[in-house]
């Protein structure tokens, strides 16, 4: 099933309801939210608000208790895992706090091993990887190991290797959660550049700090949306490191 709507995003009185013994918990309980294509959407809100279970659907990780889900055009809430599986290589990159890069393995093979589970032919391969690397400035590093890497360095690669499947939408939980502030600019300067491509990104954070940086603002509380607002994004600036003003 396909929709002629434009939205990359399309998500319609979505329900994720946890049962555990006699305990039910509406972690989702009626959220219909619409994104379109190059949207930089902020998802706040405090603990326990639902963020990481409305992320985990999004990502096609988890699927919904009811309502619809719509990504670039195709609904699926119902798909089974195989698809669902389809779905996620071919149209969302993620990207986590803690990078969840394969340590002595080189970034150059960090960003490749999604386009290796995918099947994708070795020279391909390689010269997709070399390209993203490239997109967020790191084609300098390519044989370094995380360890060999900054804290912004390796979340660079982790977007490199988001951004390798050709991703429609990128889905980012607390990206800069791990990063100390100069980082973390490069990080949505980073993002903010992908965004002028037509990528769509949706980013979890608690700080009001990165939301700024966000086109769209929408706050989460026990399940349900209570803030939606669309800003200008603030362009974010990295300032020079200390040495170099000196
Ligand atoms: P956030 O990411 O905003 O902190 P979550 O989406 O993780 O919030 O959780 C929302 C609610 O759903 C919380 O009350 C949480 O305890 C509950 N919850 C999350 N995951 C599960 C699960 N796997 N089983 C049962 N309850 C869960
Ligand atoms: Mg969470």
């Known amino acids: 099933m396909t929709s002629d709507h434009h939205a990359q995003i399309m998500v319609k009185d979505l329900t994720r309801i946890y049962t555990t013994g006699d305990v039910v918990v509406k972690a989702l309980a009626g959220v219909s939210i619409t994104v379109e ?17 409305l992320m985990n659907v999004l990502g096609c990780l988890d699927k919904p208790t009811s309502g619809e889900y719509w990504l670039a055009g195709q609904e699926v809430s119902k798909l089974d895992k195989n698809a669902l599986a389809e779905v996620r290589n071919h149209t969302l990159g993620f990207v986590f706090q803690s990078f969840n890069l394969l340590a002595r393995t080189t970034a150059l093979e960090n960003v490749e091993l999604p386009l290796l589970y995918q099947g994708v032919g070795g020279k391909e391969r390689r010269e997709r990887a070399v390209h993203a690397l490239e997109r967020v400035g790191l084609g ?10 900054s804290g912004g360095q390796q979340q660079r690669v982790a977007i490199a290797r988001a951004l390798v499947g050709a991703p429609k939408v990128i889905l980012a939980d607390e990206p ?14 980073l993002f903010q550049e992908l965004g002028k491509t037509g990528i769509t990104v949706a980013l979890v954070t608690h700080e009001p700090d990165i939301a700024e940086h966000m086109s769209r603002v929408i706050v989460v509380k ?21 040495e170099e003003a000196t």
């Open 37 to 53: 294509k190059g949207e930089f959407v902020a998802i706040m809100g405090s603990s326990g608000s639902g963020k990481s279970t």
């Open 176 to 189: 800069t959660g791990n990063l100390d502030s100069r980082t973390s600019m490069e990080v949505m300067k």
């Open 140 to 149: 300098k590093r390519m044989d370094h190991v995380p360890s060999q890497l």
């Open 222 to 242: 026990d399940g349900l949306i209570v803030e939606d607002r669309r800003q200008t994004p603030k362009e974010a600036v990295v300032p020079p490191l200390k």
